[in-house]
């Protein structure tokens, strides 16, 4: 069964159409799509939506058009930004959506309420000289500051919100590469698996997010194997998200389900509750 709930188009960072992408899902075979664009932000930037509501009203329209053909739903990866972004209820309540995923970008400083984009340390993209300069800027090259302002963040995103799915939950390894800290050190460990217990603990989906490796980024899923050895055992629900910013990325599940029903994955989903 093909699905994926993780789509972007045009109105954000996305390479095509909404109807491109709807096209290609059912020439492929695709039952379901959802549509989840960055949310509009409080400042200047090249990735999140601009016309909120062209955006919401073209999805709704492709629902019902295709609607013998697939099922498309209307959502939103939501932002955590502290001093700008808290609340996603505006934005959900505005655009009518049907669910949401709840993400973190962009990291201000301990203490810090940001202004623009100049007070975050931007961890995504496709520059890792972004992460690293961000990193020195914002932290002082304190890569422990930063991550624990990253986890911090995502933890107050899910007991604030509690989105549909949880969003790449350990995205800050990406442009790390091995070169600030490993992932089998204690104190980094302790701080991802705080963030997986309080997923379990709100009963939220998690999503098992391939991007990183079709796009080179990173050699492991978000989150990586052994955060989902450990999703397991708490029987967390999980589904599988290509992350799609052009067709045929709807397409690059790149081994997950194999993996998954490999380790015995006790709960893949294969639709959303909504």
């Keep these: 069964m093909k699905i994926n709930y993780h789509t972007h188009s045009s109105y954000c960072d996305g390479k095509a159409t909404p109807r491109e992408m709807v096209e290609f899902a059912v020439a492929h075979g695709f039952i379901a799509l959802g549509f989840t664009g960055h949310c509009p932000l409080p400042f200047e930037n090249t ?19 295709y609607a013998d053909r697939i099922k498309i739903l209307l959502g939103l990866e939501m932002d955590y930004v502290p001093g700008m972004l808290e ?50 800027k914002h932290f002082g090259g304190d890569i422990r500051r930063g991550v624990r302002a990253y986890f911090h963040n995502e933890n107050a995103m899910l007991e604030r919100n509690r989105p549909t799915i949880v969003g790449h ?25 705080e963030t997986i217990h309080l997923i379990k603990e709100l009963d939220l989906i998690c999503e098992i997010n391939t991007r ?33 910013h052009a067709p045929e990325d709807l397409l690059r599940t790149e081994g997950a389900y194999e993996y998954l029903r490999e380790i015995g994955y006790p709960e893949v989903l294969q639709s959303l509750p909504v």
């Design 212 to 244: 990183g490796i079709y796009k080179g980024r990173h050699a492991d899923y978000y989150p990586g194997k052994w955060l989902i050895e450990e999703m397991k055992q708490l029987r967390i629900p999980v589904i599988v998200s290509t992350d799609a």
């Design 47 to 65: 990735f999140s939506i601009i016309n909120y509501e062209g955006y919401c009203n073209e999805i709704r329209a492709l629902k019902e058009e």
């Design 169 to 193: 939950p350990d995205k800050i390894v990406m442009h790390n590469r091995d070169r600030y800290f490993h992932e089998d050190e204690p104190w980094y460990r302790d701080l991802a698996l």
């Design 87 to 136: 609340d996603f209820t505006p934005l959900i309540k505005k655009g009518g959506l049907e669910y949401t995923i709840g993400s973190v970008h962009l990291i201000p400083p301990e203490g810090v309420t940001p202004h623009s984009n100049e007070d975050l340390w931007m961890i995504d993209g496709s520059r890792y000289q972004t992460y690293d300069e961000g990193l020195m």
